[in-house]
């Protein structure tokens, strides 16, 4: 089953995509929006709050959106959209082809296994499956958490990378830069983040062992900012490319 995030619905907002420049939001969403020219019927997979379905709704698309926290869906229905359902995303309750396209923003991540996922996701989409990837250099707590994680016997068996992990081992048929930017960092704001358990990467293991993670990072780290490159792109698979896909990447036959 996919992550649910329950637990933090109602910081959720606050806490995503806060650091993006507006003008960098803007053309991502535009950049997806001309990918999904030909298209009608989106289904948005682990839609969350409805952040990226509300702009969707508002642009002439039948959009509808999955998720499987109730406490997600129900803040997304706030924003005046009404076409949710919860489902867990490795199994999709919906028939082949249902939907012209089809995107995954931050779900990969989340889920136990991102094969069956995306294989859903293929086998349920008839065009075009849209993504958005972020990169960037420099310092990155929530890594380091995760290797700290896995060193004291916790590793989160994930798709860690998420859907920059599937760019990598599914070639996409189209990939837009959609830009970069250079972004100041609280070290220790963003440490105790993971104390405070906001982030998923810090659920699912002991208070003792979070504790010792929080303490071993704010020790490697004594200054306070560091400044992160980050880059944003959009990137799309066909559908079928996602259909028979191995734990290794590669498509079966």
């Known amino acids: 089953m996919a992550v649910s995030f329950d637990r933090v619905a109602d910081i959720y907002d606050a806490t995503r995509w806060a650091g993006i420049p507006p003008e960098i939001m803007e053309k991502l969403l535009n950049t997806m929006k001309e990918l999904f020219a030909s298209?009608?019927?989106?289904?948005?997979?682990?839609?969350?709050?409805?952040?990226?379905?509300?702009?969707f709704n508002d642009?002439?698309?039948?959009?509808?959106?999955?998720?499987?926290?109730?406490?997600?869906?129900?803040?997304?229905?706030?924003?005046?959209?009404?076409?949710?359902?919860?489902?867990?995303?490795?199994h999709l309750p919906f028939r082949d082809s249902a939907f012209d396209g089809a995107i995954m923003i931050h779900v990969l991540h989340l889920v136990r296994d991102w094969v069956q996922m995306v294989g859903e996701v293929g086998r349920v989409t008839r065009e075009i499956v849209v993504a958005e990837v972020e990169g960037g250099q420099g310092f990155s707590p929530r890594q380091r958490y995760l290797e700290l994680r896995q060193e004291m016997g916790y590793p989160l068996d994930r798709l860690n990378d998420g859907e920059a992990g599937l760019r990598r081992m599914v070639p996409p048929t189209?990939?837009?830069?959609?830009?970069e930017y250079w972004t100041d960092i609280d070290v220790h704001e963003e440490i105790d983040s993971f104390d405070r358990r906001k982030s998923s990467v810090s659920w699912g293991i002991p208070a003792e062992i979070n504790s010792r993670i929080i303490k071993r990072l704010h020790s490697e780290n004594p200054e306070k900012t560091i400044r992160r490159r980050e880059i944003v792109e959009v990137v799309c698979w066909d559908p079928a490319q996602l259909r028979n896909v191995a734990p290794s990447g590669l498509a079966t036959t």
Request: with cysteine.
């Open 174 to 179: 189209t990939v837009k830069l959609v830009g």
């Open 39 to 55: 298209c009608r019927t989106i289904l948005d997979v682990g839609t969350g709050t409805g952040r990226f379905a509300m702009y």
């Open 59 to 90: 642009s002439g698309f039948n959009v509808v959106g999955i998720d499987v926290s109730l406490s997600m869906i129900a803040k997304a229905r706030k924003k005046r959209l009404r076409n949710f359902v919860q489902a867990d995303a490795h």
